[in-house]
């Protein structure tokens, strides 16, 4: 997988290089997030429209706070 670092400036190749390696021994996709993501509190109606844009794009969406 090429990975892109416009958002992990700060990963440098030997890092982005031992996340791939730990992908392709797990045979899994791996996120990395400087810090964890703090799941947003979406209403019932927003949680609506996401699972409706989630079926139509056919992806995962993970809304998430960002403060």
Same mark, same amino acid.
């Given at each position: 997988m090429?990975?892109?670092? !416009? =958002?992990?400036? =700060?990963?440098d190749?030997?890092? *982005?290089g031992?996340i791939q &390696? +730990?992908?392709? %021994?797990?045979?899994?996709? !791996?996120?990395?997030? =400087?810090s964890?993501? !703090?799941?947003?509190?979406? &209403?019932?109606?927003q949680l609506?429209? +996401?699972k409706k844009?989630? %079926?139509?794009?056919? *992806?995962?969406l *993970?809304a =998430?706070?960002t403060h």
């Open positions: 090429d990975f892109d670092h !416009i =958002y992990a400036d =700060y990963l190749d030997e890092a *982005v031992e &390696s +730990l992908e392709q %021994e797990t045979g899994k996709r !791996i996120l990395a997030f =400087y964890p993501p !703090i799941a947003a509190d979406l &209403s019932n109606e609506t429209r +996401l844009l989630e %079926e139509r794009l056919c *992806v995962r *993970v =998430y706070d």
